[in-house]
């Protein structure tokens, strides 16, 4: 080994004792990845119902979703079976520290708008959260900075994703990411995964 690179290898290993020592480990991103029984899509008429199975809408069912937890931002990338430029609406859940909170990407209209509330019904003063659909790879992708879900105090996010579509007979066609062959519709029903940390 040449002497430059013994120097180089020597200071990182210093410089991470330190830090250590010190009692401040350094930083890390948190990734994580989730994956859902494909063709599991429900019916469902109102939130108690368990509904009937939707097999062949394959615009709303979802399939997996990685997500990655770095200083300043949550990046969730949820991939659809067959992803369309409208006729659905994909509703994010992140629970951290501090709350739960929703991002709603409503693309059931010619124009698709994205709203960030809280489950308890406040909508949260964050306006810089994006959300992007790629046809090419069926995949939404949601980025939700760190400051619109308790900043600092966000050590860990748990998140689930649900998909839907408002029929015309009144009904709703719906796929939880992380629920095979169920769903459950109410305010708190998306179900999260484990816990996504950063520290």
């Known amino acids: 080994m040449s002497r430059p690179l013994r120097t180089a290898l020597a200071l990182a290993v210093a410089t991470v004792a330190v830090a250590t020592a010190a009692g401040t480990a350094p930083a890390y991103a948190g990734s994580q990845s989730a994956r859902d029984q494909a063709r599991d899509v429900r019916k469902v008429a109102d939130e108690g119902d368990r509904g009937t199975?939707?097999?062949?809408?394959?615009?709303?069912?979802?399939?997996?979703?990685?997500?990655?937890?770095?200083?300043?931002?949550?990046?969730?990338?949820?991939?659809?079976?067959d992803l369309r430029p409208t006729g659905y609406a994909l509703l994010t859940d992140v629970r951290t520290p501090t709350g739960r909170y929703r991002v709603t990407y409503d693309a059931q209209g010619s124009r698709p708008f994205v709203a960030?509330?809280?489950?308890?019904?406040?909508?949260?003063?964050?306006?810089?959260?994006?959300?992007?659909?790629?046809?090419?790879?069926?995949?939404v992708r949601v980025v939700l900075p760190r400051v619109c879900i308790g900043g600092g105090k966000a050590t860990w996010v748990k998140y689930g994703a649900l998909a839907l579509q408002e029929r015309a007979d009144g009904r709703f066609n719906v796929?939880?990411?992380?629920?095979?062959?169920?769903?459950?519709?109410s305010r708190t029903g998306i179900k999260l995964g484990p816990r996504l940390r950063y520290n």
């Not at 960030?116 to 995949?139: H, Y």
């Not at 796929?175 to 519709?185: F, S, T």
């Open 53 to 81: 199975p939707a097999r062949g809408d394959a615009a709303r069912d979802l399939l997996s979703a990685d997500a990655r937890f770095a200083k300043k931002r949550l990046v969730i990338s949820v991939r659809f079976r």
């Open 116 to 139: 960030v509330t809280t489950v308890g019904g406040a909508t949260t003063s964050c306006r810089t959260t994006t959300v992007r659909a790629k046809l090419r790879t069926d995949r």
């Open 175 to 185: 796929d939880d990411l992380r629920r095979a062959g169920k769903v459950d519709v």
